[in-house]
């Protein structure tokens, strides 16, 4: 047991509460630090897949023909504002860089290694939260407009099975026959048979943060504004002005990592995209597994108050308000989809912390082993943050890591 070794997590997000979990998993006290409401923020309004299928990632080849098309066109999933993009060039350079075709076969790869990997650190978690009734496991939808619409998807979707990942096609009688709530006609789509959602994400990470504090865990509902590191301990300044002196520091804020002082940020192209949702209460039974319609970069899924439809990528930053734009899209969608009332009960906007790669980065910093770091997991936060915690747990514990750190390090931006 290291219950004479304390660790200190920021943030309170999913991935926070799992790293916190599987700290005290192996032993270690362990300080939570947060200002906000455990699972308020980010981990609350996603779609709420566990997307261990989601191998393949924005970055594509094909971006360079296709961007002006998904910047313009008002059915675009995808919004850009212009004055953030011109004052963050760097990140949208590498971007691009990493969407060259040997580029993203590397994604691919390791994103795919590490899913497969999904559920060996989010059982034991669920276990040990008793949270296995927020979970359904009825499978998950993608579906496509049109023949040729699939027929372009299907380079990504053979990528997809390479790494393990199996689905049925389906045609638009099969499609009918399982969701028969769709509104709209889809011509082709795929099942992911195996696939599982949670009905309530804030549900769950709210979940881990009881049988956080059952476990003797330390809660502060302060925020971190800096970290001072010596040999053997990390000092963390709070916003009330304290100060707390720990053994090790986990940095699991997600996009607000980055303003943390006294973490080696500038070489870590960490950024914003913002992703929104509506959902309409109490028509969950309109489906029983998620949907996501493809070409409209959105998940319809059945929650436990409502339907929710989450997505969309913005690129704006952290400080803006919600776009209009992103809102009446996922609702002019969903209502093409399902017959709906005319506006949503509930709008969100979260801010997925990105990197320009497409993979989170999970391990020491570069500038100490007292100073951890797992955020920038995009999209699959929620997917991969039982793994993350895992993994965080074996470093801080000593152990040799059940996964090859090496592509998921921050020197990988040196």
């Known amino acids: 047991m290291n219950t004479q070794t304390r660790i200190a997590v920021i943030g309170a997000g999913i991935v926070g509460c799992s790293c916190a979990l599987w700290l005290q998993k192996k032993g270690f006290a362990v300080t939570l630090i947060d200002p906000e409401i455990p699972g308020s923020g980010t981990s609350s309004g996603n779609a709420g897949t566990i997307a261990d299928y989601g191998c393949v990632p924005v970055n594509s080849p094909d971006i360079f023909k296709r961007l002006p098309s998904l910047l313009t066109s008002k059915e675009s999933p995808l919004s850009l504002n212009l004055g953030y993009a011109l004052s963050h060039p760097s990140w949208m350079i590498q971007f691009l860089r990493n969407c060259r075709a040997a ?66 096609e389906l045609d638009r009688a099969d499609i009918a026959a399982l969701e028969p709530g769709l ?18 994400p804030q549900a769950l990470c709210q979940r881990y943060f009881a049988c956080f ?34 053994s090790r520091v986990v940095i699991a804020a997600g996009a607000f990592s980055k303003s943390i002082e006294g973490i080696p940020m500038s070489l870590l192209p960490l950024d914003t995209e913002r992703g929104y949702h509506v959902q309409f209460s109490n028509h969950q039974h309109l489906l029983t597994r998620p949907v996501a319609w493809n070409a409209s970069g959105f998940y319809a ?102 996964h090859n750190m090496a592509p998921l390090g921050p020197r990988r931006f040196s």
């Open 103 to 168: 580029k993203v076969k590397h994604i691919i790869r390791e994103l795919g290694k590490l899913l497969a990997k999904t559920y060996e650190g989010l059982d034991p978690l669920l276990d040990m939260a008793d949270a296995r009734d927020l979970m359904r496991q009825n499978g998950c939808m993608s579906v496509y407009r049109s023949e040729q619409e699939f027929q372009n998807a299907l380079p990504s979707n053979l990528a997809r099975r390479a790494q393990g990942v199996d689905y049925i």
């Open 183 to 200: 509104k709209l006609p889809f011509e082709r789509g795929l099942l992911f048979e195996a696939a599982s959602h949670v009905i309530n």
């Open 213 to 246: 504090l059952r476990n003797q865990g330390e809660y502060i509902p302060q925020r971190a504004i800096s970290i001072e590191q010596d040999d053997d301990s990390v000092q963390l300044r709070l916003d009330n002005g304290g100060n707390l002196q720990v």
């Open 301 to 402: 899924t059945p929650m436990e108050h409502g339907l929710r439809f989450a997505g969309t990528v913005e690129i704006a930053g952290y400080g803006k308000a919600h776009n209009p734009r992103n809102i009446a899209f996922l609702t002019r969608k969903a209502r093409e989809m399902f017959d709906l009332p005319a506006n949503p009960d509930q709008e969100w906007l979260g801010f997925r912390p990105t990197l320009p790669d497409a993979l989170p980065i999970i391990g020491y910093s570069n500038a100490s082993e007292n100073v951890l770091l797992a955020f920038g997991h995009h999209h699959l936060g929620l997917t991969l943050a039982g793994i993350t915690g895992k993994l965080i747990a074996e470093l801080v514990n000593g152990e040799k890591p059940s």
